[in-house]
T-cell receptor, first 112, second 110 residues
Framework: DAGITQSPRHKVTETGTPVTLRCHQTENHRYMYWYRQDPGHGLRLIHYSYGVKDTDKGEVSDGYSVSRSKTEDFLLTLESATSSQTSVYFC???????????FGPGTRLLVL | SQQGEEDPQALSIQEGENATMNCSYKTSINNLQWYRQNSGRGLVHLILIRSNEREKHSGRLRVTLDTSKKSSSLLITASRAADTASYFCATKNYGQNFVFGPGTRLSVLP
């Protein structure tokens, strides 16, 4: 695996609470992405970053925010978690030409 | 909306047989990629084929791309139990993000 870690790997939380997921890379790649994976939907892009402090929305960004203050870290925040945000979240990285993505191990989030 | 759609959704074969999965997409692409996901793990990149390529090989993998039909196929030859996984195609166009299909679940029975 490329040098990508995600934390936490598993989390159970209650509706209405804030949740922050962390993605850390050691590859110095420019692009970082957050996806969610749900049965029947494949991977859907939540937000992505094309550099420090440079982020943009993806297909399913409502209810999520991100921050990237360092090249190696990309944070995904659920400001007020809802049950519909129960999912598996994957972080991915890619280099300047965006030709290949390398994925982290995923975070399983359960919102009760 | 999703760009890629894999077919079939699930495939079950015996060890030693070949497995073929198809991917269709809707708009122009710069490249198409295939990824594998083992249960409970992240996706792993398998192979990339560019829009000006028609066929590419990597070990037991063979990928074809038909841009006129907006489709691609992934062939795994002489499958093994360890090939059991979900397989996803992802398309990429200039200035746009990767778009993944819902995947094909492959089961290789010993």
């Amino acid at each position: 695996d490329a040098g990508i870690t995600q934390s936490p790997r598993h989390k159970v939380t209650e509706t209405g609470t804030p949740v922050t997921l962390r993605c850390h890379q050691t590859e110095n790649h420019r692009y970082m992405y957050w996806y969610r994976q749900d049965p029947g939907h494949g991977l859907r892009l939540i937000h992505y970053s094309y550099g420090v402090k440079d982020t943009d929305k993806g297909e399913v960004s409502d209810g999520y925010s991100v921050s990237r203050s360092k090249t190696e870290d990309f944070l995904l925040t659920l400001e007020s978690a809802t049950s519909s945000q129960t999912s598996v979240y994957f972080c991915a990285i890619s280099g300047d030409f965006q030709e290949t993505q390398y994925f982290g191990p995923g975070t399983r989030l359960l919102v009760l | 909306s999703q760009q890629g759609e894999e077919d079939p959704q699930a495939l079950s074969i015996q060890e030693g047989e070949n497995a073929t999965m198809n991917c269709s997409y809707k708009t122009s692409i710069n490249n198409l990629q295939w990824y594998r996901q083992n249960s409970g793990r992240g996706l792993v990149h398998l192979i990339l084929i560019r829009s000006n390529e028609r066929e590419k090989h990597s070990g037991r993998l063979r990928v074809t791309l038909d841009t006129s039909k907006k489709s691609s196929s992934l062939l795994i030859t002489a499958s093994r139990a360890a090939d059991t996984a979900s397989y996803f195609c992802a398309t990429k166009n200039y200035g746009q993000n990767f778009v993944f299909g819902p995947g094909t679940r492959l089961s290789v029975l010993p």
